[in-house]
């Protein structure tokens, strides 16, 4: 609320202020005075000698409309730093020594003799006889005669009506009314009158003798004789040859290899892959003093190829034809013609003619002469006239019409009609064929082969033997030892935080016033009945925004923080409305 009073107060005192400004001490003293009075109303107040706005030294006092110094007090708020020491309260861990009894366990080692079977190999060699079947191919030439059939084709012409429908536009007149407003203006005529101003001239004849200089026109009549060019149209008929192309069709035939072919059901017997396996040959025990036992050494690994057992598998086999035939082929070959075309060129053909021209050559000759100028000079006069002016208002009235609008629309009607097309069709005619083919068959024959084999066998023969172990047994044992336990205590510790205080100063401050007029009254002394500080020298307004900005400090109460007694002899402060 405060926000709007204040703007609005302020914006009033400066429309509505009818009284005279008050700018010293609140209003204290007045700007306005008596003719009559010499003296100031702010006389007796300044120190004498005290330099007046305009530069004059005022003896005894300040002279009306200069300016004169006062003392103000001014409050001013002061921070000082103050140093203050505080306690806070904290966390501080320690470490106390605490004994521990644990245990551990503690091996011991015990020796004892252990009897024990061991299998030694022994390796004896045999031999044995092997039958085994391998498989040769043997390879036999075979001829056989093919039956195959080929498509071949045959364009045939032919030619059928077609029937179609066409949609034919069938355009049709119609009519229809629209209604409509229109807004029609109607017009009123009326009078008033009206003041004008006119200006009537006054006007006043003047002459003067003026001597001036004029350009006479001689003329002299020339002639020349002019060469000039006309163009005739002349129209000539030409021929030129143009060449265009036109497309022929043009028959011719072609060879064509057809590739065909058919499935044959082929029996093969495939020999088994040749596998490649690792044997190893029997090892050997051999005894190890480090260790105090026999240890095994396997035999050497060897690699040996074995043939695997044939498969005979059943595949069909494309076997291709090729095949030459002559087909009919149509090709559209570009042809280029000439024709001859008649034309009209229009020639401009020159002709040179010759005419006589006859013209006028004009000097200027000056010539000096005087007239007398007469002017008048006209000032306009304003007078006031009044007079009827008619003038016509107009208003809008709706009215309702109407129209009648032809507009055509289009209907597509079907329309049905024939054309005869050519085409061409082509049948596909089977025809038998023979021919010959050799091909190879592959027969795989077994054999029996025999081969002998020496293959090793090893036998396990138990014999029985002493060794010491070693054994290794755990034993209990109880121990003492220190550790460190963490234990938390509260500390209290001073620091020290510095603030702010403010504290209020008060000072004095020069400021320059103006030294107002003599107060209202018919002779000097009637300031004394009547200060200047009372309220009748201020507007209502003017007090009401005094009380809300001076805050109680006026130029007429001691309480309000004034060092000097005004200008104008107050000593009582209710005269200022403080």
Same mark, same amino acid.
Request: a positive charge.
């Given at each position: @609320? ?76 002061? %921070? ?53 079947? *391998? ?76 001597? &001036? ?38 028959? &011719? ?24 396996? /690792? ?52 090709? %559209? ?10 034309? /009209? ?18 000097? @200027? ?46 209907? @597509? ?41 020496? &293959? ?25 030892? /220190? ?11 001073? &620091?020290?935080?510095?603030?702010? *205080?403010?504290? *209020? ?31 009748? /020298? ?41």
């Amino acid at each position: @609320m405060k926000r709007l009073l204040l703007p609005t107060l302020t914006i009033l005192s400066i429309v509505f202020g009818v009284n005279s400004a008050s700018a010293a001490y609140c209003g204290a003293v007045s700007y306005e005075g008596c003719s009559s009075c010499g003296s100031t109303v702010a006389e007796g107040s300044v120190a004498e000698g005290a330099v007046a706005g305009d530069g004059a030294i005022v003896d005894g006092g300040a002279v009306a409309g200069g300016s004169y110094t006062v003392m103000r007090n001014v409050s001013e708020t002061v %921070y000082e730093q103050v140093e203050e020491t505080r306690y806070r309260t904290r966390n501080e861990t320690y470490y106390e020594d605490q004994e521990v009894t644990g245990s551990r366990m503690v091996p011991v080692t015990t020796t004892r003799e252990v009897q024990y079977t061991v299998n030694v190999p022994h390796v004896e060699n045999r031999t044995k006889t092997i039958n085994y079947t *391998v498989m040769k191919p043997v390879q036999e030439t075979r001829t056989r005669v093919i039956n195959y059939t080929v498509r071949k084709p045959v364009y045939e012409k032919h030619t059928k009506t077609v029937n179609y429908t066409v949609m034919k536009p069938v355009y049709e007149t119609h009519q229809k009314v629209i209604n409509y407003t229109v807004r029609k203006p109607v017009w009123e005529t009326r009078t008033k009158t009206v003041n004008y101003t006119v200006m009537n001239p006054v006007r006043e004849n003047h002459s003067k003798t003026i001597n &001036y200089t004029v350009m006479v026109p001689v003329r002299e009549q020339k002639s020349r004789t002019i060469n000039y060019t006309v163009y005739n149209t002349v129209q000539e008929q030409r021929v030129r040859t143009e060449n265009y192309s036109v497309v022929v069709p043009q028959q &011719y035939t072609k060879t064509v290899q057809v590739k065909g072919g058919h499935w044959d059901t082929v029996t093969e017997t495939i020999p088994g892959k040749m596998m490649r396996r /690792t044997v190893r040959e029997p090892g050997t025990w051999t005894y190890d003093p480090a260790t105090c036992r026999c240890v095994y050494c396997p035999g050497k690994c060897r690699v040996e190829c074995v043939q695997g057992c044939p498969t005979t598998c059943t595949k069909k086999v494309w076997v291709p034809t090729c095949e030459t035939k002559e087909i009919c082929c149509t090709k %559209y070959v570009r042809e280029c013609r000439t024709r001859e075309v008649p034309y /009209t060129v229009c020639k401009r053909v020159p002709e040179c003619r010759t005419k006589v021209c006859n013209y006028t050559v004009c000097k @200027m000759v000056p010539e000096c002469r005087s007239k007398v100028v007469n002017w008048t000079t006209c000032k306009m006069v304003p007078e006031c006239r009044s007079k009827e002016v008619c003038y016509k208002v107009c208003t809008m009235v709706c009215e309702n019409r109407q129209k009648t609008c032809n507009y055509t629309t289009c209907k @597509m009607v079907p329309e049905c009609r024939t054309k005869e097309v050519c085409y061409t069709t082509c049948n596909i005619v089977c025809e038998n064929r023979q021919k010959t083919c050799n091909y190879t068959v592959c027969k795989m024959v077994p054999e029996c082969r025999t081969k002998e084999v020496c &293959y090793k066998v090893c036998t396990m023969v138990p014999e029985c033997r002493t060794k010491t172990v070693c054994c290794t047994t755990y034993k209990k044992e109880c121990f003492t030892k /220190t550790i460190k336990v963490a234990k938390c205590r509260k500390v209290c510790e001073p &620091y020290t935080v510095t603030r702010c *205080v403010p504290r *209020v100063v008060c000072k004095q401050v020069p400021v320059q016033v103006c030294a107002p007029a003599s107060c209202c009254g018919d002779a000097c002394g009637a300031c004394e009945a009547a200060p200047v500080c009372c309220p009748a /020298t201020e507007g209502p307004v003017r007090g009401l925004l005094r009380r809300l900005f001076s805050h109680g400090k006026c130029g007429c109460d001691a309480a309000c923080g004034c060092d000097e007694a005004p200008s104008c002899g107050c000593e009582a402060a209710p005269a200022c409305g403080c």
